[in-house]
């Protein structure tokens, strides 16, 4: 009985429940598109800061780098051997860590003893900037200069006098021409790749490195510094008088990667005279909900240094990226919030006044007996059926507008400011700031923004409408069941 009367009465107003059913869609949609735009902001946040990170890391451990003693000298020198050559190549390169200051290699295995620490490798970030060419000598020349006829000037001994003077010797000719080339070089652990600078890019050609390979003269390097300088695998290049084979080249997996040669970690402090020495420590958790709490226990246990997580970083990105997922958080929530309250009161007071012109019907009902729980029954379904029409109305309109966002894929530019390697500044050669030595990056990333639609999303879509339903039939109920048998009477005119 109930079904029958139910399916009859939502037939004979098909206008009221079709306009009850699209108030509910439109806002259901709202959540939906807001949900699944916000989805892909996260998304593409977290692969410019795998780009930073690496897969699968969670945090790092580092030192802040210490203030230069009074008198010290930080710009960059180079020191070039005389010879008596009138034209001589010279060529030098100088390497320095950045990134912060050196810790100690003892600390990795410290970290990662810390509760919540899953997995801690060290890394060690280099700057290489070489110098190489030529230098000319000049010649000295000396001038002639004839005085005057009255003019005499002492001579040596004897007073002899002449009528020329010869001027000082004057360098004339000779110079200098030099490259600078500044790349970034990164110690990795060869023995746990999954984690730490390399993680964030997959090998297109060639291999990467073995575990074996702990103190091997290889390289990896990134295909954008491979291409500028034409290296394949095989190829051969020297850092300070060693020299390297390149077994790999890499290639970012999701942006552009900051480092230019991966070497493994102790031909690193070999090179930067870092022995046991890291700059970087990349540290995973082994529950991703307990982040906050691991680097509270690595900042009480390991004093002086910096825990940095995903979550410290997600503010200092900045472009459209930020201002986007800025206006989805806050003004795109709270409008959809707002359209969906809108929509559920327009759902309540329609259903209410429905049931204030079946004032009829429902007396009548009451007269043949029908109790006041069974009338509210009745507007109470016919809200939730409402209610439903409306959810599967707004998931598919929701649904429409993440493909058609997804499809359009609008570019979003993402910076993460800028770092510099250590050791450089002004004073370097050539003068002026920011020389050789300081190397200057800052990191302009292009994401394709995605509207992913997850499952949650959908129950959270079907549960608007349940209770979007509910809240519509418990006012149109409630007014039903206030009406008398004698409402019914009056009506008749």
Do not use: H
Not at 230 to 251: E, L, P, Q, R
Not at 400 to 421: D, N, R
């Amino acid at each position: 009985m109930f079904g029958i009367y139910l399916k009859r009465e939502l037939s004979r107003r098909k206008k009221a429940a079709l306009v009850i059913a699209m108030g509910l869609a439109l806002g259901i949609a709202l959540v939906i598109t807001v949900n699944s735009v916000s989805a892909g902001m996260n998304q593409a946040q977290d692969k410019v800061l795998k780009s930073l990170y690496g897969l699968g890391t969670d945090m790092t451990v580092t030192k802040a780098q210490s203030a230069p003693k009074a008198g010290s000298s930080q710009g960059p020198s180079f020191k070039f051997g005389a010879t008596s050559s009138s034209s001589t190549s010279q060529s030098t390169d100088r390497v320095n860590t950045q990134g912060g200051q050196a810790l100690a290699s003892s600390l990795v295995t410290k970290v990662g003893a810390q509760k919540g620490v899953s997995a801690a490798v060290g890394a060690l970030t280099l700057n290489v900037t070489k110098v190489d060419g030529s230098f000319t000598q000049g010649k000295a020349k000396s001038s002639t200069t004839s005085g005057s006829s009255g003019s005499s000037q002492q001579g040596g001994p004897g007073g002899g006098t002449g009528s020329g003077s010869t001027g000082q010797p004057q360098v004339q000719g000779g110079g200098a021409n030099f490259n600078v080339n500044s790349y970034s070089v990164a110690g990795i652990d060869v023995t746990n790749q999954t984690l730490g600078p390399l993680s964030t890019s997959k090998i297109t050609s060639g291999k990467t490195f073995t575990t074996a390979q702990t103190n091997a003269k290889v390289a990896v390097v990134s295909a954008s510094y491979a291409k500028s300088k034409k290296y394949k695998v095989g190829s051969t290049f020297s850092i300070s008088g060693t020299k390297f084979t390149v077994i790999g080249i890499a290639t970012p997996n999701s942006s552009e990667s900051t480092i230019d040669v991966y070497l493994p970690l102790k031909q690193a402090q070999t090179l930067g005279d870092s022995k046991n020495k890291v700059t970087t420590i990349y540290v995973k958790a082994t529950d991703s909900k307990q982040i906050s709490a691991v680097k509270t226990t690595i900042q009480k246990n390991i004093s002086g240094t910096t825990v940095t997580t995903s979550t410290d970083l997600a503010s200092t990105v900045s472009g459209s990226l930020s201002t986007a997922s800025n206006l989805a958080t806050s003004v795109g929530k709270w409008l959809s919030i707002a359209v969906l309250i809108a929509a559920f009161l327009v759902a309540a007071l329609l259903t209410s006044s429905a049931v204030s012109r079946r004032v009829r019907e429902f007396g009548t009902l009451k007269a043949l007996g029908w109790p006041s729980r069974k009338v509210t029954r009745q507007v109470v379904g016919e809200s939730m059926v409402n209610g439903l029409i409306g959810g599967g109305l707004g998931i598919a309109l929701g649904l429409l507008a993440a493909y058609t966002v997804t499809a359009i894929s609008p570019k979003l530019t993402a910076q993460l400011g800028s770092t510099s390697g250590g050791g450089g500044g002004m004073g370097g050669p050539g003068g002026g700031q920011g020389g050789p030595g300081q190397q200057a990056t800052s990191n302009t990333l292009e994401i394709a923004l995605n509207a992913p639609v997850s499952l949650t999303t959908i129950a959270l879509a079907v549960g608007l409408a349940v209770t979007g339903g509910l809240i519509a039939g418990a006012m149109g109920g409630w007014r039903a069941s206030r009406m008398r048998p004698a409402d019914a009477l009056r009506s008749v005119s």
